[in-house]
Each structure stands twice: as C-alpha cells, then as structure tokens.
C-alpha cells in the first residue's frame, strides 16, 4: 500500500462547479498535511496546509482532515479553467514530505 | 525576489558527466530539501538539510550523489557521472525553523537532461 494514495483522473468539472480531490493516507502517526497545486512544467505551490480534524477554509479553498479514517479531502468551490492542473496531497514524515502521485483536475470552459 | 531560488533553470550533460545544482532558501529559512520528479511521476524525497548538517539523506541514491548546505551559499545538489535514468526535474523547498509545522515552498526546479 502506497503511503500516501489519490487517484490520477483527470477529474473533469464544468466551470463553476465544485471541485472534489481525495487523498488516503497509511499510517496514524503523520499529524500535518499538505494540498499542493502543479501546472505542466511547473513547481509544486502550497495551497493549503491542516493539521487538526474538521475543515480548514481560505478562499474557494476547503480542506478536510479526518484522522481516523485516515483521509484528507481539497474542495475547490467555483471552479475556474485556470484551477486545472494537478493536485498534489502529501503527509509530513518526520519533516520530509512525502507524495501522493496526483490529481489532475480538468475545468471545463 | 524573497522565493527559493534555484539555478540553472534547465542543464544539459552527456552520459559521465557531473551535473550541480543549486538552491537558495527563502530568506530567514534554515532548511533546505531535495526532491525528484521522474517524468509522468509523483515527487520523491532525496535529502533534508540543515546549515552544515544533512539531517536525513534516505532518499537519495547511495552512489554517484551527495548534498550539502554550507555555513555560507547555497545548497548544493550534486551528481557524478550521470546516466540516463537520472533525467528529471530536481526540486528544492525550504522551510523556517522547526515548530513551523513544516509547510516547505519549492523553487522552480533544474531540469536535467542527460544524453
């Protein structure tokens, strides 16, 4: 199992819509978690940063931290063309990050 | 420009060469890490510094790589004798001092192609 899992899309959204991206995670131990956002060719940029259970809002921006399931979520609510790109979830581990593989998020004109 | 600073931005080697990069943290950060992307793959960690000090190198390949952060400049990445399968994009992130919960913003990246 891999340690931090998501699927790869593309997750295809009209403009507008709500965006959902969802991140597993392997053990109980990590206690941070981090959404980040890659265009094509780019660099990783943080986005969202939660550490505690329940939801963390900042703009369009939602992410939700369930400990116990083991699962951290990223809604993008008014989805525009320019949020398509791959969502990166990573964990900390021992203060090195460690990868999911990505989501790649499509807004559709 | 207060973001991580990396250079070069792309670098070419043919096979046996010696590939360094470099990386400049965020002003007022202290820690420095490396990660690969792999074409059409996720990130990987390969090394976490500190000022003198590698705090933790589990990722990175035993052979042909090393890493090191001086009291002075920047944070150097370095690869002997590079082969094909070492053609990616090569990351670096900082960080502030410890009890920062550890958000890291990444630098543009070097992109190494070896042929």
């Known amino acids: 199992q891999k340690e931090v899992e998501q699927n790869s899309g593309p997750l295809s959204v009209p403009e507008g819509a709500i965006a959902s991206l969802n991140c597993t995670y392997s053990?109980?131990?990590?206690?941070?978690f981090f959404w980040y956002r890659q265009y094509s060719g780019k660099s990783p940029e943080l986005i969202m940063s939660i550490y505690s259970n329940g939801d963390k809002e900042d703009g369009r921006f939602t992410a939700q931290l369930n400990k116990a399931s083991q699962y951290v979520s990223l809604l993008i609510r008014d989805s525009q063309p320019s949020d398509s790109a791959t969502y990166l979830c990573?964990?900390?581990?021992?203060?090195?990050?460690?990868f999911g593989s990505g989501t790649r998020l499509l807004v559709r004109p | 420009n207060a973001g991580v600073m990396q250079n070069p931005r792309h670098l070419v080697r043919r096979r046996g060469q010696e590939a360094r990069l470099r990386c400049s943290p965020m002003k007022g950060h202290s820690h420095v890490y490396w990660y690969r992307q792999l074409p059409e793959e996720g990130l990987k960690f390969m090394v976490y510094l500190q000022k003198e000090n590698i705090i933790d190198e589990s990722g990175m390949p035993k052979e042909r790589f090393s890493a090191e952060f001086p009291k002075e400049g920047p944070s150097i990445l370095r690869i002997q004798q590079v082969v094909r399968g070492d053609s990616a994009a090569y990351f670096c992130a900082s960080s502030p001092s410890e009890g920062q919960n550890n958000e890291q913003f990444f630098g543009p990246g070097t992109r190494l192609t070896v042929l």
């Open positions: 990573a964990k900390d581990s021992s203060y090195k990050l460690i």
């Open positions: 053990d109980r131990v990590s206690q941070s």
